[in-house]
Structure formats: C-alpha cells, structure tokens
C-alpha cells in the first residue's frame, strides 16, 4: 500500500492504496465520486476524462499513485451546488439536447471544457478533431457539436472560464 | 376562482428541454456501478478462450485467493442452476438446445461464462480468476455461415444433430410467374447477394448486475432494458417467488437492443446473493461486454427482384440465412422474422417469397440490435431499388414513385400482409429532394465526373418504412412470442395537485420523463413542472412490458394517455356535483372544468384534486381518488416511414470515403417533443451510418473475436461524421390516441443502404455495383480497382 494525497474537487483526501489502482477506480470506489463513470478498458471511450492538474485526462489511464500530489477535477466538483450555478458547458449540454442517456456525458463536458481551453473559438472540424477521444454511441454527435459551440460563444461573451 | 392561464396548453409539442438532464450533467447519476450496499461482495466471471471445447473445471486453487469468498462452476449449482431463457417460438419444429448460465461440460463461443468468483474487492475477485483450472478439449469452431449447413460441418450442438435451428419456406409460384412475365416481356431480374455483417451493440454502459437479498425477498438493481420481464424470467429460473422479487432499472446508459436479455450474469447473480446472504455485485469490463451482451445483424441476404422494363415491380424473392450464434437468447430466433414483412417495404407488388434458415454456429448469440431485421429488410430493398434504377437507366426517385404507395390509398395491405394505416411517401420525398438540394449535387457530380476529378460524388436514396410500436399482444401470441404486447400506466394525483406518473415503460436515454410530462400537462392541464415520473421499479410499478421496438411512445404513451382520460371523468364527476351541474353539461380545457355555454362558476383540476381526497363533498358512492390506470394494447404495429438522400464524397486513389452531405425528412406522426425526436434520428442515423462505413464484429477462423475492444471495433467519433439536415412531416398514425409512431429505430434503419447506395452510385462508372459493408478504404478502393472483396463472395453483385 502507498499513501497518497490527492485534492478532488477542491477537497484534499488522504488514502492508502494499492500501486496497481486505477485512478478512475480510486475517485470511484475509494473517494465515492461515481459521477466519472467507465465506458472501456482501453482508453479509447473517454467515459472517465477528468481534469488533472487543469488538464483533461482519461482516469482510466493513470494509476492513483500518480496523482499524489496533484489536483482531480470532476464532473461533480464543476457546477455548484444549486442548478443555477451551473458551467456554461453543462448548461450548453441541456440547452442543445447534447445528451440521451447522459453514460458519456461527464467525460464529453470536461474534454469540451479543455478543448475551449485552448481554443476558445473552435470551428466545427476543429470541435469533432478536439473530442473525437470521446464517444457517444446515442445523440450521433450532432447536438454536442452545437452544444459545444453554444458554450464557446457564451465563455466568450461572459468571460467565463473553465 | 377563475383561471385563464392556458400556457400549458402548449406544451405537447414543444421543444421542451429535459428534466433527466440536470442530474446527468452533474454526476448526480444512479448507474448500477455506482450503487453500493453494506457488506457488499464482487463477482468476476472466468470466461472460455476458445470458441469450441469439452471443458473440466477445476477451482479448489482460487478459493484460497485473498479475499475470496467463493467461486463456483456448473457443478456446484446442478439443475437448480436453470437454463438461459428464450421466448420466440418461432416454428413448432424449431430446435432449442439447452445452454446453462455456466457452461455445462462444453463452451460453444469465446467469452461464455464458466465460473464465478465472489470476493471482498473487485480487484481480489478478478485475481483469483487465474488460479482457476481449466482443461479444454478442443472441438472444432463453426464459422462459416454456409459450411454450417452442410451434412459435413462439425456441430455447434451435437445433440439437436444439426446446425440449422428452422428452416422456413413460402409457396414460390406467384414469384417463379413474376420472374417469367419479367422474363417474356423484356423486363429485368436482378439478383444480389448482400452480407449483413456482424455487429455490436455497444451501449456505453455496460451491463452491471447487484443482488440485494433481504430475510426472503430480493432486489435485483440490473442495467437492462427489461426490468420487468426481467423480474418474471428470473422468478421462473430461480424458483424466487416473482412478488418477493423486486427488479430496479436506475440510471440506464443506453441499450439500443443489447439490454433486452436475461443473460448468464443475472441469473447467477440472484444465485449468490441467496447461498451467500449478501449483496453481490458485478460490473462487465468492455471486452467482456463484446464477447457477452448479444450481437445484432449477421445475415446473408440472397435478393432477387422480377420488374418490367418500364420499372414497375413484379416481384421480389428473398432467401436468408441467419446466424444465431452458438444458441438461443429471448428474441435471437425472432429478429429474422421480424424483418420478414418489411423486405416489400413502401412498394406494391404482385409476388413475394420469403425463405429463411436459422443457423448456430460457435460466436456469441444474436438478437435484437436497434431496429431487429428491419433494417437488414430494409437494405436488402432499398439497395435493390437503387440497382433496378441503374439497371433501367432511371433516377432512384422515380423508379420508387412508380412503386410505392400512394398517400390515398391507406391503409393499404401489403404483398408480406401488413396493415400499413397511414403515410404519405411523397410528401416526405419532395421535401427531402429540396433540403437536400438533390439537383444541385447531380449537377456537380456529372461535373466532377466530366472532369475527372479525383474527388467524386455519390447520391444515394433510402425511401424506408418500418413497423414498429411493438405490440399487439394477439399478433405477438401468432407470431410465437412468449410476451404480450401492451403497456400500462398509472396516473397519480396528490391531494396539491401534483401528479405522479408510474409508467410500465422505463427509459435508458430517450427521455419519457419529459415527454411524459408533457403528454399530462396537455391532458390535465396541470404545469409541466408539476409531473414526475416513476418508471424502472417493479416495486413502484408492479405491470409494464418495457422498451424496445420503438415502442414508448405508442404503447406506453398512449396507455398514459388513456389513463389521464379515467382521472378527467372522475374529476368531471366530482366537479359536477360542486357545480351542482350535470357532468354532460361540463367542459375541461387548460386544467379548468366549466359548465358549457355558461360564463358563469368554475372549478380548477388542483381543486376538484383536493376535493377528492378531502371526500368531504363528493358524489355517494363515489371512491375518493382520482388515481386512474390503463393498460393499453393496440389494434396495429406503427410505420414510421421517411426519406433519407447521402451523398458521399470518395476519394478515387484512396478509397476514403466520407459523407459529403446527409438530409433526411422523416414522418413519425405525431410529435410531442421535436427536440427528443431529432436526437432520435440524429443517433440513429450514426448507427445506420456506422454499418455502412465502420463497424463489423469480425471472428477468426478458430472462433475468436478479433475485433474484442474498442481499438478494433471501430466505433464513429465526432470527426468521423457530419452534422445532418432533417425535417419532418407529420402523418399520425390512425392506430393509437396520440397519432404517434416511433422514431426509436428509424434514423438506424435508414440510412445505411442510402450511405451504401450512395457510394455504390460513385463507382458505377467503373463498373461496380455493389461493395460489402463495411466500406472501408481499402474495401472501395478495391472496388475501384476492379478486384473482388475479401471474402470473394459479393464483390461486385450477383449480376456482374
């Protein structure tokens, strides 16, 4: 076992773990954040993408180990608490229709957070390159695509970050 | 009290956002994964390697793992293990091999289930899985669809004495006349022989199964589509009485067909929670979840189609052979079936034949996958259409209006014997030829071919129809179904006014909590916000037949529908006797009873709620509660129907193919929520669309999936699809109350034969009319190159 320490969401947590455990296993089963949900064991779904240290990454693909030190963002620590304080990307999400059975949603917001992180004005190819890391097998693409951009223009015009 | 407010007259219909989506965007979810109950156990399954093989087990070594509370085989459970269900008889003489939730001394397909582990962790649970000893004696894999039915092939089942699970034959004497009145008469018969290859369904959840037990009952939190067949299937198998049963379908994370089984994992589940007492719960890794959760399509299609010279169509002749894989899952003998009545489609013709041979072979079982034989039906025809158009030097659009339907002749028997009750094939195509801008990209195809350009154009048309609405139980009861077809819901009404909606049918992405909503606020004019929805718990919602077949809305809905009917004369009853009115003399509108033809008093639905259940002042005799159910079961299958236009753009020295433009106009009655609708076609339609491109589950010769993970098994991302153009036209259905017909499946259903046509279109001028799907690069540039396909056996078409 190796102890670790790891802020999740703005809360630092201390756990002795397993080297071997995943780092999506570790938000899941030891820290209790089941909103980071899995989709494949081979990294390609991108169902687990967190933010690690500002950057989207998929916790699939890390070991818990790795993350001492760092800072996770989930999906459950990037609204606020009450529905009005909601990210423009996740309120994006619901204005557009950018989800259905909402499995991939989590790990699709955050790699869409990053995504306008580094370009805050993505065309729509540039949109499709930038989450192809992230599959949905319901909405066909089409209202993510726009929910994205729906967020890109009101980051913008707000000056809101991610 | 007056109430003018009719806002809420507006919401059937309207694009209204979605309540499931706050919780979902949040990570406030319920997926079975995320569920835990106290002294919870993990169970691991050890899986067979080989498709085909006598097995001894032998698992003393595991037991002593770390945190290992037990493993199991088949032995240890005997015949209180129970069997793997089915429940489509689809021919009396059909054969149904016995295949055990564990392996019985033989495995029949790579990733069948052999042995159970149950530990602490789910980290000990999956360690101890290799200390499990296996012997495996090899027998030979059955592969190869057509080999399989040959006296000579090895058996998947050694002791049904066959590989062939039925052989269905129609009378073939009006089709053999087609054939020669095409043949006397300078007509035209084509013949194609298209492979429906191997798929998987892929929800992005994968499936997870945890078993709560309790003194003597059971809660079984599963990720199915079906938690109430469920609940009945595992009450039979288990022999745990079905009211001391509870089956809940939290979160759901799509299932597109895949979540319609009660597989392996479910039953065992319900075995360790009873012999152990604690909870037990296991989540599928994906690469168990493509060896295990069923695959859809695997046809081979031989097509042959009798017309006239003028291109009116005189016959069609179907023979089919399907592969079940290694045996029988609920619907797996079904779905060829199901898409035996839709090969005719839209058209009007004198002669159909329609043969069919089921086959087991050592791959994983088939069943329904989003949209079940009718998108397999629909290929079949719609690529034949587009071949007879080429054939005769016509445009596809028109050697179709020579052939469908026409709006006023519904409802219209078709040649399968189909009741079609309502469509309008025109409208639908002239408003896709506009949207797609169809003239426009004919024109700048005939330039880029004039030019030569390396880049070409390929338009391609799928005019489809299909049945859905699944249901009526009487045709479901002759078609050999064990199920009924009916839907049921409750209507709940608080004493505030509230409403609470228990509905049979329960959702994994599609939205029912909004949309039923909105179908309630309509009816009782109660706000949108003000209805909830209870659905996925057989303990909150005892009766319900669940979701597939496109079959929510229609069924369920109109069942809600109804049920609201019950709430509103009740009411009118109680608001009468407050009126002091005679009930026939009252009218409701916007949630308002008032007497006809009087401005005079007024009584509010929230009110005559609260009266009900204060039952101070009601009608004698009258019980006080406006709590209304219905269970409705239709006259009809629905058939949704539309027009879908592709056009690909190929890159001629490469193959690369991509879709240059996509319009699609489809009619699927009566809309309650557009948004919901379009999502539907646009998810479909990528589904339909990766058929034709991307996906195909490929096995190897000795019985191993190749294509195991997401790395191989090329699921469509973002950049691998375009936005689409669609539109709507809105012809209800005369069959339900709503006008509705399901939209579930249409978008899958249509459009892989219009993304293959459309391709097929680019490369008729070297001579190619047909590719095999997926169409890869290298398959298209094949093509191209005028070689033959990999398996040798459709490159270019039966006629060429």
């Known amino acids: 076992m190796v102890s670790i320490n790891v802020t999740v969401d703005g809360r630092s947590e201390s756990h002795d773990v397993e080297p071997r455990l995943l780092l999506v296993h570790y938000l899941r089963d030891v820290v209790g954040k089941v909103g980071t949900p899995i989709g494949c064991d081979t990294s390609n779904c991108g169902a687990c993408t967190v933010s690690f240290n500002g950057q989207s990454i998929k916790s699939c693909s890390m070991l818990a180990v790795q993350a001492d030190g760092g800072d996770v963002l989930t999906i459950e620590g990037l609204a606020g608490t009450v529905e009005t304080d909601l990210h423009p990307m996740q309120e994006a999400f619901r204005e557009c229709h950018g989800l259905q059975c909402g499995y991939c949603t989590p790990g699709m917001i955050m790699a869409a957070c990053d995504l306008l992180k580094e370009n805050p004005n993505p065309s729509e190819a540039e949109i499709r390159e930038g989450i192809e890391g992230n599959l949905c097998r319901c909405t066909g693409y089409h209202n993510i695509v726009r929910a994205v951009q729906t967020a890109a223009a009101s980051m913008s015009g707000t000056g809101v970050s991610s | ?800």
């Open chain 2, 1 to 800: 009290m007056t109430v003018t407010d009719k806002e809420y007259e507006t919401a059937f219909g309207q694009p209204l956002r979605r309540k499931e989506d706050a919780h979902l965007i949040t990570g406030q979810t319920r997926w079975v994964d995320n569920l835990s109950a106290p002294g919870m156990l993990y169970a691991a399954y050890l899986r067979s390697p080989m498709a085909h093989a006598k097995i001894r087990v032998n698992t003393e070594a595991a037991k002593s793992y770390p945190g290992v509370v037990a493993v199991y085989s088949a032995e240890d459970f005997g015949a209180a293990q129970a069997v793997i269900p089915d429940a489509w008889t689809v021919h009396p003489d059909m054969k149904k091999p016995v295949m055990t939730p564990l392996a019985t001394d033989e495995v029949r397909y790579a990733g069948e289930p052999i042995a159970v582990v149950v530990a602490e962790t789910r980290y000990q649970a999956t360690d101890a899985l290799e200390a499990i000893e296996v012997d495996y004696d090899p027998l030979p894999a059955v592969i190869d669809l057509e080999a399989a039915i040959g006296d000579d092939s090895p058996l998947v089942h050694s002791s049904i004495g066959t590989n062939t699970c039925f052989y269905i034959e129609s009378p073939g004497e009006a089709y053999a006349a087609a054939k020669a009145q095409a043949e006397a008469d300078g007509g035209v018969v084509i013949t194609r022989r298209f492979l429906q290859q191997r798929l998987l369904p892929t929800p992005m959840e994968p499936r997870a199964v945890l078993v709560v037990p309790t003194i003597d009952d059971l809660t079984v939190y599963a990720s199915t589509q079906i938690p109430h067949v469920l609940r009945l299937l595992l009450a039979m198998l288990t022999g745990h009485p079905e009211h001391k049963l509870r089956v809940v379908a939290p979160d759901v994370g799509g299932g597109f067909g895949g979540k319609i089984n009660c597989l392996a994992e479910e039953i065992i589940g319900v075995h360790l929670a009873k012999r152990l007492g604690r909870p037990v719960k296991w989540t599928e890794t994906r690469s168990e979840n493509f060896l295990q959760m069923h695959h859809g399509r695997a046809q081979i299609q031989d097509i042959e189609l009798a017309a006239t010279r003028e291109g009116k169509l005189l016959g069609l002749k179907v023979d089919l052979i399907a592969d079940l894989g290694a045996g029988l899952r609920l619907f797996t003998a079904g779905v060829p079936m199901f898409g035996a009545a839709m090969f005719n489609a839209i058209y009007k013709m004198d002669a159909y034949q329609f043969n069919c041979r089921t086959v087991f072979t050592t791959m994983t079982p088939t069943d329904a996958y989003r949209g079940a034989g009718r998108p397999e039906a629909t290929f079949a025809i719609e690529r034949m259409m587009d071949e007879l158009a080429a054939e005769l030097g016509m445009d596809p659009i028109e050697v179709r209006k020579k052939n469908w339907i026409e709006h006023h002749e519904f409802p219209y028997t078709t040649i399968s014997g189909s009741i079609y009750d309502s469509g309008n094939y025109e409208a639908a195509t002239e408003r896709a030829v506009e949207l797609f801008g169809y003239d426009e990209l004919k024109a700048e195809q005939k330039a880029r071919r004039e030019r030569g350009d390396r880049m070409q154009l390929g338009i391609g048309v799928s005019t489809f129809t299909e049945a859905c609405g699944l249901a009526p139980s009487r045709v479901m009861g002759q078609l050999g179904v064990g199920a009924g077809g009916w839907e049921r819901a409750e209507i709940r009404v608080t004493l505030t006014g509230k409403i609470q909606v228990v509905s049979g049918s329960t959702p994994h992405g599609q939205g029912h909590w909004t949309a039923w909503s909105q179908l309630v606020s309509d009816k009782l004019g109660v706000p949108f916000e003000d209805v909830e929805l209870l659905a996925g718990d057989t303990a909150t919602g005892p009766q319900g037949m669940d979701t597939y077949g496109s079959r929510s809305l229609v069924v369920g809905g109109s069942a809600i529908v109804k049920a609201c009917d019950k709430v509103i004369e009740k009411a009118k009853r109680i608001a009468a006797h407050t009126l002091e009115a005679n009930p026939d003399d009252l009218e409701f509108a916007a949630g308002v009873f008032t007497v006809k033809g009087s401005p005079g008093p007024q009584m509010a639905f929230v009110e005559v709620a609260a009266a009900a259940q204060l039952a101070h002042n009601i009608p004698d005799g009258m019980e006080p509660s406006l709590n209304s159910a219905y269970t409705f079961d239709p006259i009809n299958l629905s058939y949704p129907h539309g027009t879908h236009l592709c056009c690909v753009e190929i890159d001629t020295e490469t193959g690369f193919t991509s879709i240059y433009r996509y319009a699609c106009v489809d009619d699927v009655g009566t809309v309650v929520n557009p948004m919901i609708v379009e999502g539907q076609i646009h998810g479909g339609l990528v589904q339909g669309i990766a058929q034709a491109l991307f996906e195909e589950a490929v096995y190897d010769e000795a019985g191993n999936l190749i294509t195991g993970t997401l790395v191989d098994y090329l699921l469509p991302s973002a950049a691998d699809v375009p936005s689409f153009l669609t539109d709507r036209t809105e012809t209800p259905s005369t069959d339900n109350p709503i006008g509705a017909k399901g939209v579930g499946e249409a978008g899958c259903i249509a459009s892989t034969p219009a993304v293959v046509n459309a391709i097929v279109d680019a490369l008729r001028p070297y001579g190619v009319n047909d590719v095999r799907m997926p169409c890869t690069p290298e398959r298209v540039w094949r093509a191209i190159q005028g070689g033959q396909s990999q398996s040798g056996s459709v490159a270019k078409g039966g006629a060429q």
